[in-house]
């Protein structure tokens, strides 16, 4: 199977920028991959923000963008609120089989 | 508003069966497809699996650690979506959760889009 990784944690200023990356063992991700982001916040239920690589839902944050970076995806934060600490996954698809990253501690300080 | 409710959950003991219910409302269920993902204590998560709603085959799909022995069932009169798990393993403890799924077409291809989320619950394999 399929090993998807993610950077285990990363720190963001209040205000400021980060971007979270999705790598998959078997070469570069792409949009034939349909990209998730969600997030999970501390004692939350998980919540999709990003879809098929850049496609956001009516509740993502406008501050929350997803793409596809040097043969990853990545979902970029910018403008970092308090409430945006939490973990976030992302999800690739191989030929209809899924597999979520191990995730990202985001935290804002 | 879109709701989904997970149910059932509870302490079974290493090769039993416990069948959990995702229960919703908000929308017209029959016209879904619905998933299921779990998370066990502390870790991250996982896919379990996919029913495609009627109007598609209704056809299935499963995480090879759970293929053969959990089976993704729905009952669209009452709108409400099964995880019948059977010869249960202590790996398989998790918080479960149930999804919807909206069809969606974008960059010349259509599939089920991963939406709402239920708030999940806890399924303890212990002897």
């Known amino acids: 199977q399929a090993v998807v990784t993610q950077e285990p944690s990363l720190t963001v200023s209040p205000g400021g920028t980060v971007t979270l990356t999705c790598a998959s063992s078997?070469?570069?991700?792409?949009?034939?991959?349909?990209p998730y982001w969600f997030q999970q916040r501390p004692g939350q239920a998980p919540r999709t923000l990003i879809f098929?690589?850049?496609d956001k839902h009516p509740w993502t944050p406008d501050r929350f963008s997803g793409s596809l970076l040097g043969g990853k995806a990545a979902l970029t934060l910018s403008g970092a609120q308090s409430e945006d600490e939490a973990d976030y996954y992302c999800?690739?698809?191989?030929?209809?089989?899924?597999?979520f990253g191990g995730g990202t501690k985001l935290t804002v300080l | 508003e879109v709701q989904l409710v997970e149910s059932g959950g509870g302490l079974v003991k290493p090769g039993r069966s416990l069948r959990i219910s995702c229960t919703a409302s908000?929308?017209?269920?029959?016209?879904?497809?619905m998933s299921w993902f779990r998370q066990a204590p502390g870790k991250g998560l996982e896919w379990v699996g996919f029913?495609?709603?009627?109007?598609?085959?209704?056809?299935?799909g499963y995480a090879a650690a759970v293929k053969g022995r959990f089976t993704v069932s729905r009952d669209d009169s009452k709108g409400i979506a099964y995880l019948q798990m059977n010869s249960l393993k202590t790996e398989d403890t998790a918080v479960y959760y149930c999804?919807?799924?909206?069809?969606?077409?974008?960059?010349?291809?259509?599939?089920?889009?991963?939406?709402?989320w239920g708030q999940g619950t806890l399924v303890t394999v212990s002897s």
């Open positions: 908000g929308f017209s269920f029959r016209d879904y497809a």
């Open positions: 078997t070469g570069d991700v792409t949009n034939d991959h349909y």
């Open positions: 098929d690589s850049t």
């Open positions: 029913l495609r709603s009627k109007a598609y085959g209704g056809t299935t």
């Open positions: 999804t919807r799924d909206s069809r969606h077409c974008g960059r010349g291809r259509c599939w089920d889009l991963i939406d709402y």
């Open positions: 999800l690739l698809s191989y030929s209809g089989d899924w597999v």
